[in-house]
């Protein structure tokens, strides 16, 4: 009775969580990278050479640009200390999940001349300054490791020991930089790894996204840091915002941003590039630390291993729980993710709540007058820069932008336009477009201007033939059918490519696809408008999310959706009722109906029990002692729920545990164990189905 009890389980639980806000993918991306000769026609994967449409496109972008403007690549490689010859890093099965060598093709100085014809020469820029990759002196007691990830990690030199800020996305990829850190600065500092002359003193996490705090537990275990009292220092929200942001809806969101950091896409210059903010997020192993300080006003002051530090809590920016932090005695602050050396996202494309642009340009415009006295700015992602009045154009232009964006989408929509019509019109003044501080290598004014019309008016642009209209795969058959049938379509759409009409193009062969997605040449042909599309796009997101949509109208979906184990350590820390409330969040209506159930559910070793109700096709969760007169009943430990949720723990280990008890009739618990969904993350996009 043991194996099928549990077999269900699995079937009931899989599926409740992903990652940090991140999103995530599959695991990493085609091991070997290769560059195709810019002419070749197709490339292994199946992605076609620039079009002479592309090419003039690009032609623009160098022109209206200053793009060998040096600074930028003056700040990125400044206090350069030592860079990894060869930065290779493999989890415990072998899986590469860093591998530089995968960039090798942005080796070298940039030359606007260099950029391929399939790179927009502006985000060709960025990806190259996002490849200065190293350990770097940013002023006498800081130091940043940038490049072992898709974030930055900054060590502060305190007296006693070493103050980590954001330790990276995962375990494997925190202690390479870590280590590396230490091999170069030992003789300067006196320590070495594991030297208990320079231990790590302190932890700040800036931010609730995981690729800023998830590798700590690769520095330190959880163990250490409590026998020691290392101090772990974070905003207020932070651990529920770092663990339980993505439970409820992570698999699509998971699927989506696929899309968006192309996992799925080669490295190279017909693929993934870059992602904006660096390079890609590192699919390793996560984990989290409880912070024992918490950040809950501004401004607010502490004295972290003999240094002064003073703090500003900016919730609701570009993290749910985020601070930033100055150093007096250094000169120095740190602006978190809520400034970044790009156009950040009001809307994240893998699909997220929308944030707030006006608070976000707020923060900014607070930390103006708060950090008046720095002289060196750095921050989460990206280089530093150096000197009072960079810094402030800087602040000064990243405040702008958002309030720009917000403040003009709001005065068009008050004259009756629609966001496809906003986002058609709104252009930056020219001091904020010819900035790259705040160009879209990121998020574009095009996308953030819908999510500043979605925040105040939702998805409902207020015209009635947009309230119920049909869904993509009917509306497509008509329109194929009316236009003259698929062959027409397709000749129709081929010819808006040849007249380099993409988005149009794209408009056309993408209702022939969901009306016909049998037919090859209409999906080659809709890839091919894809490649052209992502080779224009300024925005790596935007480029990523056309390569991958190319990618899939060639070869399908991906098999596996994210691998959920590696994010045991993180949910470990995120509250019960998420994942009940993503439980009910899977239960399939349908099956469910006429159903009236009551179940108990115990966790023995948190002491805690919940009574789930099913009524109306609907799962309520109540924090209850066990109902006597409930249908079933059933005690598990929390760990084994984790462990049986992200297939840590199978059939074999839980057969004979006694970490799970049934109450009850067994009948009803298989019965209603059936009633739910076990989303595979690997749902089509770019298809119908
Ligand atoms: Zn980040």
Redesign the pocket.
């Known amino acids: 009775m043991r194996s099928r009890k549990n077999r269900l389980w699995i079937c009931f639980l899989t599926g409740a969580i992903t990652l940090g806000s991140?999103g995530c993918g599959e695991p990493p991306p085609l091991e070997t990278t290769y560059v195709p000769d810019d002419d070749a026609p197709v490339d292994p994967a199946g992605f076609t050479s620039a079009s002479e449409a592309t090419r003039a496109a690009h032609a623009q972008v160098k022109a209206s640009l200053d793009l060998q403007d040096p600074q930028d690549l003056f700040d990125a490689e400044r206090g350069l200390i030592a860079r990894p010859g060869k930065l290779r890093i493999e989890d415990d099965e072998g899986r590469v999940l860093w591998d530089l060598g995968h960039y090798q093709f942005l080796e070298g100085d940039f030359q606007e001349d260099d950029a391929p014809a399939t790179v927009n020469p502006s985000l060709w820029r960025q990806a190259k300054l996002n490849h200065q990759i190293g350990l770097y002196r940013v002023s006498d007691r800081i130091y940043q490791l940038r490049g072992f990830d898709?974030?930055n990690m900054t060590l502060i030199r305190g007296q006693s020991g070493w103050i980590v800020v954001d330790p990276l996305t995962a375990e494997q990829t925190a202690r390479a930089a870590f280590a590396f850190a230490m091999e170069h600065l030992g003789s300067e500092h006196g320590s070495a790894v594991g030297d208990e002359a320079a231990p790590i003193s302190a932890v700040i996490f800036t931010?609730s996204?995981a690729?800023?705090f998830a590798g700590v537990l690769g520095l330190i275990s959880a163990e250490e840091a409590t026998g020691k009292r290392i101090p772990i220092i974070a905003p207020g929200g932070f651990l529920a915002e770092a663990t339980s942001e993505n439970i409820l809806a992570g698999p699509t969101m998971a699927r989506r941003s696929m899309f968006m950091f192309g996992p799925r896409l080669p490295r190279g210059p017909r693929g993934h590039v870059d992602s904006g903010?660096?390079k890609a997020p590192a699919y390793g192993k996560l984990g989290i630390l409880p912070p024992t300080d918490v950040i809950t006003s501004t401004p607010e002051r502490r004295r972290i291993d003999g240094l002064e530090f003073i703090f500003q809590n900016a919730p609701g920016s570009?993290a749910p729980a985020e601070l930033t932090f100055h150093v007096p005695e250094l000169k120095a602050f740190c602006g978190a993710?809520v400034v970044?050396r790009t156009q950040h996202n009001l809307y994240t494309l893998r699909g997220a709540q929308v944030r707030d642009a006006l608070a976000w340009s707020a923060y900014i415009d607070e930390m103006i007058r708060l950090y008046a006295d720095a002289e060196i700015y750095f921050g989460?992602?990206h280089w530093p820069i150096w000197g009072r009045a960079r810094i402030l154009d800087f602040l000064e232009k990243q405040r702008d932008v958002y309030k720009f964006i917000h403040d003009q989408t709001v005065r068009l929509s008050l004259q009756g336009f629609t966001p496809d019509e906003i986002a058609e019109t709104l252009e930056l003044p020219e001091e904020l477009r010819s900035s790259f501080s705040v160009r879209g290598y990121y998020g574009t004014v095009k996308h953030n201007a819908r999510a500043v019309y979605q925040r105040f008016f939702g998805w409902f642009d207020g015209n009635p033939a947009h309230l119920d209209p049909l869904p993509a795969a009917q509306s497509a058959a008509k329109y194929v059918e009316l236009l003259g049938g698929a062959d027409r379509v397709l000749k129709e759409g081929r010819a808006a490519y040849d007249r380099g009409e993409y988005r149009w193009a794209a408009e056309l062969l993408n209702h022939l696809v969901f009306a016909h997605p049998e037919n090859a040449e209409a999906r080659e042909s809709l890839a091919q408008v894809y490649d052209q599309l992502g080779y224009q796009a300024e925005s790596a997101a935007w480029r990523d999310t056309y390569l991958t949509g190319a990618l899939e109208l060639r070869h399908g979906p991906p098999e596996t959706g994210f691998d959920q184990k590696q994010a045991i350590d993180l949910a470990r820390h995120a509250p019960v009722e998420r994942f009940l409330d993503a439980m009910a969040a899977r239960l399939d209506a349908e099956a469910a109906t006429g159903l009236d159930m009551t179940v108990n559910l115990t966790f023995t070793d948190l002491r805690r029990s919940f009574v789930l109700r099913l009524e109306r096709s609907v799962l309520h969760h109540r924090e209850l002692p066990p109902d006597p007169e409930a249908d079933a009943g059933l005690e598990i430990t929390f760990d084994l729920y984790l462990r049986l949720n992200m297939g840590t723990a199978g059939l074999k280990d839980t057969l004979f545990s006694d970490q799970l008890d049934v109450d009850g009739s067994r009948i009803a618990l298989l019965r209603f164990m059936r009633l739910f969904d076990k989303p595979s993350g690997t749902f089509a996009i770019v298809t119908p189905d």
Do not use: K, V
């Open positions: 991140w898709l974030a931010h996204h690729d800023h903010l660096g570009e993710e970044s989460s992602h």
